[in-house]
């Protein structure tokens, strides 16, 4: 699941939406919006995520919010270490190998750390 993903879910379940409802109110299937929940879809479009938004009525920092989750789920995330230093092409490879056996909490952590790299590192 992606963040999006999660969400999705978590605002229709909430406002006790069905796939199906959400799903011809922002015209797209229901199988979509399925996979777009269990991250068996790319991220969505921009336009996609501003009718999400105006359908469950989200402004400002929820609205904001649910698009930065939108440009963090791409499920098949690529990396490119050209020119980096072999640490960095080390890591990146670790990283995928492994990410399919870390826990939510090690994930957490993992960001906290990249979440304290200077500004212009990012």
Avoid at 64 to 82: F, G, I, K
């Amino acid at each position: 699941m992606t963040p999006f993903g999660a969400r999705l879910r978590e605002l229709r379940t909430q406002r006790g939406v069905t796939l199906k409802d959400l799903a011809a109110a922002v015209q797209v299937s229901a199988a979509y919006l399925s996979a777009l929940e269990h991250g068996r879809r790319g991220r969505p479009s921009a336009g996609l995520v501003h009718q999400m938004n105006e359908y469950f009525g989200l402004i400002w920092d929820d609205a904001e919010e649910l698009n930065r989750l939108a440009r963090q789920s791409h499920p098949r995330a690529v990396l490119d270490t050209s020119g980096l230093a072999p640490e960095v092409t080390d890591l990146a490879n670790r990283l995928a190998r492994e990410v399919r056996s870390l826990t939510p909490e090690a994930a957490l952590a993992i960001g906290a750390v990249l979440d304290r790299l200077p500004k212009g590192r990012r």
